[in-house]
C-alpha cells in the first residue's frame, strides 16, 4: 500500500533518493544551482538590487520630489543618486525577467554587478548622510517630515546595497576562483 510521502516512498526510501540525487548532481551544476538559490532566494538581485532596493529607492526620490526640495541645494545630490541608481535598478530588473543577460555571455554579470552594487552602496552613502545633515526644522513641518522620512529610507537603501554588495563580491570571488 503506497504511503502519504511523496513519490509513495518511505522516510528511509526518500533519504536514499535524495542522497542517491546528490551524487548525481554534477558539481559545477550545483555551484550553478546555489549561484541561482543566492540570486534570487537568499539575495534578491544580481545587479538587479532586488525589490526591496527598488521601493525604498522610489520612496526616497519620491518624499523628497514631493517638497521644495531646491530650497537646499544638498537635496540635488540625493535626487541624482536616488533617481539615477532607481532607473538602472529598474533596467537590470528587466535585463534579468527578460532573461536577456543569457544572449550576451560575453558580459561579465558577476563583475557588473559587484561595481553596480559597489558604486550604488559607497553613492548611497554619501548621499544619505548629506541627506540627513540637510534636514532641519522648518515653519512648514510637511517639508521636515517627508525630508526626515527620505533620510531614513535612504539609510535603509544604503544597508540593501551594501548586503548587495557583499552577496556580489562571494559571487564575483567565486567565479573567478573556477
Request: charged content about 15%; aromatic content about 20%.
Amino acid at each position: 500500500m503506497p504511503s502519504v510521502y511523496t513519490l509513495g516512498l518511505e522516510p528511509r526510501q526518500m533519504d536514499d533518493f535524495f542522497r542517491t540525487a546528490e551524487t548525481m548532481v554534477d558539481r559545477r551544476h550545483d555551484k550553478n544551482a546555489a549561484f541561482i538559490i543566492r540570486r534570487f532566494v537568499a539575495k534578491p538581485g544580481g545587479p538587479y538590487g532586488g525589490p526591496y532596493g527598488d521601493i525604498l529607492g522610489l520612496l526616497v526620490w519620491t518624499l523628497i520630489a514631493g517638497t521644495e526640495y531646491f530650497r537646499v541645494p544638498a537635496f540635488g545630490w540625493v535626487m541624482f543618486v536616488a533617481v539615477f541608481y532607481w532607473v538602472l535598478t529598474v533596467f537590470f530588473l528587466i535585463v534579468y525577467i527578460t532573461m536577456t543577460y543569457t544572449r550576451i555571455p560575453q558580459v561579465p554579470w558577476t563583475t557588473v554587478g559587484l561595481c553596480f552594487n559597489g558604486s550604488a552602496f559607497i553613492l548611497y552613502l554619501s548621499a544619505a548622510i548629506v541627506d540627513a545633515s540637510s534636514v532641519a526644522p522648518e515653519r512648514d513641518s510637511h517639508n521636515f517630515n517627508s525630508w526626515a522620512a527620505s533620510s531614513f529610507f535612504a539609510f535603509l537603501v544604503t544597508i540593501c546595497y551594501a548586503g548587495n554588495t557583499y552577496f556580489s563580491f562571494i559571487a564575483w570571488r567565486s567565479r573567478t576562483v573556477q
